[in-house]
């Protein structure tokens, strides 16, 4: 997962700023990303990229098949939950950019 990369992030830009609503959002699905929020403070174009590099299911399927012959759908579930909130957040990062 791209988090990390922590120390190897791009120099701050002044770009337009995001809304206080996707600042949150995005904070929410990674509390301790601390670059990440820093970048989304300043408006950074950056944060699409790390976005878009955490949008992916992160369970291997290996992983999957172990939790679902567990029993442990719940994990499964919450992975799925995770990738598709990060990918709701790039479109919305995506929509924004366009305007």
């Known amino acids: 997962m791209s988090e990390a990369i922590e120390g190897n992030l791009p ?3 002044q770009e337009e700023g995001y809304s206080a609503d996707f600042i949150a959002k995005v904070k929410e699905v990674f509390p301790d990303w601390t670059d990440l929020h820093r970048l989304l403070d300043s408006g ?3 944060v699409g ?3 878009d590099d955490n949008r992916g299911f ?3 399927p290996g992983d999957i098949v172990k939790a679902l012959e567990s029993g442990d759908q719940e ?3 919450e992975a799925a939950k995770r ?3 990060i990918d709701e957040l790039y479109g ?3 929509a924004a950019r366009g305007k």
């Open 92 to 94: 919305e990062w995506f």
């Open 49 to 51: 990229r790390y976005l």
């Open 75 to 77: 994990k499964v579930l």
């Open 11 to 13: 120099p701050q830009e």
């Open 44 to 46: 950074s174009e950056w």
């Open 83 to 85: 990738a598709k909130k």
């Open 58 to 60: 992160s369970m291997k």
